[in-house]
């Protein structure tokens, strides 16, 4: 399947429980990202890779790490699920991440709920 | 902290009539692209401007990046229900390394037939 993947689709967690959401692409993009997005404050970014080995903090990173492996897989773990956390989590890819003007392929998002 | 505001956050119209949405900012960005999303999926590209004044068309769609390029505007003419969906804009602001991208807050239009 061409494109992003992400799993699960969605989730029901209960608060302090650890929780690793999954992307995988398979256009060989070396850049990649998560976002959350919640009503009225649109795509945050919480972390990104720029290429597999490297990773870098966005805009929300608090409660949130990522791993890069390899080129394909970026999984988001949040170590301890706070209610704050609910949102619908997108993950994203670019072919490189130094071009302003490549366009950004988005997973279909897994939405999560922490109780 | 570098923020895109959109306006209107909400737009609801009928079908056949035109609606511009608005992208504003007090940054300059280096690009600007806007996204378009459907319930229950990610965001897709619609088109990136780059130039300051660069006006692209989409059939029905037009896109324009400001002379400054700190503003941008997305204008349909003739809606149709199909256009229905959240509209996005997203910035690379000057000098951001690694091109990533800041989102506005979305407008989220609703086009009745």
């Known amino acids: 399947i061409a494109g992003i993947t992400q799993a699960p689709t969605s989730q029901i967690l209960a608060a302090g429980r650890r929780m690793t959401l999954r992307c995988t692409q398979d256009m060989r993009h070396n850049a990649m990202y998560w976002y959350r997005q919640d009503l009225g404050l649109g795509l945050r970014l919480i972390h990104y890779?720029?290429?597999?080995?490297?990773?870098g903090k966005g805009e929300v990173p608090d409660g949130y790490s990522v791993s890069r492996a390899n080129t394909d897989d970026f999984p988001l773990t949040l170590a301890s699920a706070v209610p704050s956390q609910t949102s619908v989590y997108f993950c994203?890819?670019?072919?490189?991440?130094?071009?302003?003007?490549?366009?950004?392929?988005f997973g279909p998002g897994t939405r999560l709920t922490v109780l | 902290t570098q923020l895109l505001e959109q306006s209107p956050q909400f737009l609801s119209i009928q079908e056949g009539e035109n609606l511009t949405v608005y992208c504003n900012s007090s940054?300059?960005?280096?690009?600007l692209q806007w996204y378009r999303q459907e319930p229950g999926e990610g965001p897709v590209l619609l088109v990136t401007?780059?130039?300051?004044?660069e006006v692209k068309k989409l059939k029905r769609l037009t896109f324009q990046f400001g002379d400054a390029r700190k503003d941008s505007s997305l204008h349909i003419t003739a809606a149709q229900p199909g256009d229905t969906g959240l509209y996005l804009c997203a910035g690379v602001s000057l000098g951001n390394q690694g091109g990533k991208l800041i989102f506005g807050q979305g407008t989220e239009l609703s086009v009745k037939p």
């Open positions: 940054s300059v960005f280096s690009s």
């Open positions: 994203a890819s670019k072919a490189s991440a130094g071009y302003s003007y490549n366009e950004q392929f």
């Open positions: 401007v780059v130039t300051g004044g």
């Open positions: 890779s720029n290429t597999a080995g490297t990773t």
